[in-house]
DNA sequence: GTGGTCTAGACCACG
DNA sequence: GTGGTCTAGACCACT
């Protein structure tokens, strides 16, 4: 089984945003709930390459988020309540599918990744504050 | 008419990236072609609530991809002859609509967008690798 | 031991051009190669009475040409893959004795090193621009 | 006749240092002399597609300099007493002929007109230093 | 302690 | 007034 887990190294994201918002996603999607185990600092650390204090620092902010637990001396565990904040399966398959299309179209368009990523990030701003307009 | 540019302090993007992909972006899609204009360095640093010199670098990094065109006491304008990789408005629409609804989407799902954003670099780099695996 | 590197403030070559090229320069010539370290931008910046982030530019420019190497929090590395452009010590000390007996030889007849540079920009740009004639 | 300026805008030089070292060039090799004409700011400034106020700037230095002499409502003219610092046609061709050999030894170990204009400079330093450490 | 980003502000080169 | 270079110094990301 391949790891769940994958840093781009030549992203300008840094890497443990990329971390973040990888467990972030894998807990919304319910891929991993309410107690399921972490893999330990290390384990992940070498898995991704990346140095363990960047791993620690990641299950530090997540637990100040509440959405991690760390016990010490046993493990780090998801501990995330929010059940309305779970996707069920159909949407997260909607979502998944809607990017690969998404994806395959700016690919044959030219678009860079990061020019897609911008216009996402535009587009959801935009969002918000139309939203808000509306108040 | 509202900027064409702006910049989201709260992103872990750093703001000369976001910068350099919209100014790539507006190319791509012919917003800005062959010959246009720029901001100058300090109007548009102004523009933007950003220092001078983190737009010099962006002219800077542009002008060495062949992006711009730097004129010293002139000013700076776009220098993209690659019409090929122009967008027709209609690929655009067609992108654009679709990640307008896949904001919304994920927006009534839970995610937050640095999630999303997550999820289109991974989906990137998976199409690109399938590509090569492929050959 | 001197150090390798030496900025001169009073020429009209802007300090990070200068730094650059003898980068440049001491890579073709086998000085430094593949994955050799390179003194940290604050270590050369206090050596050569620079500021740390005209050093920085510096090495970043060198990345963007794929000839240095950063990594966060660990240094910076050669990256020149390409072989092939590296000078023999033959064809350098060849170069390196012309250039001194040039160099004399303007001195002795009073003209400036300005004027040098000047008659070897001139003569370089004639050369490339008789072998694009003969084309 | 071709006119004995050129002005190399991609050159990292400035434009008026370009110039003005051309000019004093000129002046050593007694192509220039004594009371010749300059061509009138204008002309020069169209001959070689720049700003007229850099041609001004170029001359007002010279003339600091003694190299020129400007006589408002009649022209510039070449004022540069020192025999003695003029080079014999000799001289000169001597000089040239060694940095067309030159530049074409650099061109052909795959050096770049900066990297040799940097040991170039670099030489010349080290020679003024040993002459004053000999002293 | 490494590189990375950004700011504020000075002075220069050029039109 | 345009872009270009450089400084000093702050704070961040990562090992």
């Not at 769940?4 to 991993?32: A, E, K, N, T």
């Not at 204090?53 to 509440?66: H, I, K, S």
């Not at 959405?67 to 779970?86: C, H, I, S």
Request: charged share 25%.
């Amino acid at each position: 089984m391949p790891s769940r887990f994958h840093i781009d190294r030549s992203s300008p994201r840094p890497v443990y945003v990329q971390l973040q918002d990888q467990i972030q996603l894998l807990i919304h999607r319910g891929v991993l709930s309410q107690g399921d185990p972490m893999p330990t600092v290390r384990a992940l650390a070498v898995e991704l390459g990346v140095n363990a204090n960047t791993v620690t620092r990641v299950y530090r902010d997540l637990q100040a988020q509440g959405v991690l637990r760390l016990e010490r001396g046993v493990g780090t565990f998801v501990d995330e309540p929010k059940e309305a904040q779970t996707l069920t399966t159909r949407e997260y398959q909607s979502i998944s599918k809607r990017v690969e299309e998404l994806v395959t179209l700016c690919q044959r368009s030219g678009l860079t990744s990061r020019e897609l990523i911008q216009l996402v990030g535009s587009t959801w701003k935009e969002s918000q504050s139309d939203s808000k307009g509306r108040k």
